[in-house]
C-alpha cells in the first residue's frame, strides 16, 4: 500500500524560504522507474507541476520556478525534499506530492496536501 | 512552452453523457492523463495513457487522444462524479515539463 504525506510550515513570511518534505511508504525510491513530483494548487485555481525526481537522482523543475526550487531525496528515511527560495504571498497554496513509475508522468498515489500561506 | 487548454464548465443531466476536452498542439503525440478532484481532496487518477482506467476505476470513464485534442468521456453520469478535471502531459519536446491543463469543473444537474 503507498501512501505519501506532506510535511512543512503552514505559514511563512514574504522572502523566507519554504522547506517541504515528502514522507512516503510502500515503495522505494531505489527502484528503477520510480519518481516523486510535487505539484501545487493556490486557492480555486488549477494544479501546477513544481518538480520531480526520479529513483537514479534525475530531476526536473517547472521552467518558470526553476531558478527558486531544488528537489532532492534521502533513499534511507523514504523522503523527499522540496525547498522554494524567495516565498511570495502568490506561493499560497496546497502542496502535494505524488508518486509515479516506469519513468513516466503518470501521478497515481498523492498525498492529502498541506496548505502553505505567504503572509507577513 | 507547451499550453493545455479546457473548458471551465461542463453540465451534464444524471445519467447522460459528459465529454470534457483537453487541447494542445499535436497533444496526439502525447500520452494524456486525467486526474479527478472533488472539494477539499487530493487528485485522483482515472485515466492514463489516453485511455487506460486504473484498478477500482469505473468503466463509465474512458479517454481518446488524436489530432490537437484529447477527450475524457464519461458515461451514465452519476451526482457523485461531480469534480474538477484535469487533463496532464509530459512534454518531452523541450524542457521536459509535466504541464496541466487549466481545469473543468463537471456539473451534475
Redo the contacts between chains.
Keep these: 500500500q503507498i501512501t505519501l504525506k506532506e510535511s512543512g510550515p503552514t505559514l511563512v513570511k514574504p522572502t523566507q524560504t519554504l522547506t517541504l518534505t515528502c514522507t512516503f511508504s510502500g515503495f522505494s525510491l531505489s527502484t528503477s522507474g520510480v519518481g516523486v513530483g510535487w505539484i501545487r494548487q493556490p486557492p480555486g485555481k488549477a494544479l501546477e507541476w513544481l518538480a520531480l525526481i526520479y529513483w537514479n537522482d534525475d530531476k526536473r523543475y517547472s521552467p518558470s520556478l526553476k531558478s527558486r526550487l531544488t528537489i532532492t531525496k534521502d533513499t534511507s528515511k523514504n523522503q523527499v525534499v522540496l525547498t522554494m527560495t524567495n516565498m511570495d504571498p502568490v506561493d499560497t497554496a496546497t502542496y502535494y506530492c505524488a508518486h509515479t513509475f516506469d519513468s513516466s508522468s503518470i501521478l497515481d498515489y498523492w498525498g492529502q496536501g498541506t496548505l502553505v500561506t505567504v503572509s507577513s | 512552452?507547451y499550453v493545455l487548454t479546457q473548458p471551465p464548465s461542463v453540465s451534464v443531466a444524471p445519467g447522460q453523457t459528459a465529454r470534457i476536452t483537453c487541447g494542445g498542439n499535436n497533444i496526439g503525440s502525447k500520452?494524456v492523463?486525467w486526474?479527478q478532484?472533488k472539494p477539499g481532496q487530493?487528485?485522483?487518477?482515472v485515466v492514463?495513457?489516453d485511455s487506460d482506467r486504473?484498478s477500482g476505476i469505473p468503466e463509465r470513464f474512458s479517454g481518446s487522444n488524436s489530432g490537437n485534442t484529447a477527450t475524457l468521456t464519461i458515461s451514465r453520469v452519476e451526482a457523485g462524479d461531480e469534480a474538477d478535471y484535469?487533463c496532464?502531459?509530459?512534454d518531452s519536446s523541450s524542457?521536459?515539463?509535466?504541464?496541466?491543463?487549466?481545469?473543468t469543473k463537471l456539473t451534475v444537474l
Excluded: E, K, M, T
Design positions: 512552452s500520452s492523463h486526474y478532484q487530493a487528485p485522483v487518477l492514463y495513457d486504473p484535469y496532464q502531459v509530459w524542457d521536459h515539463s509535466w504541464v496541466f491543463g487549466g481545469g
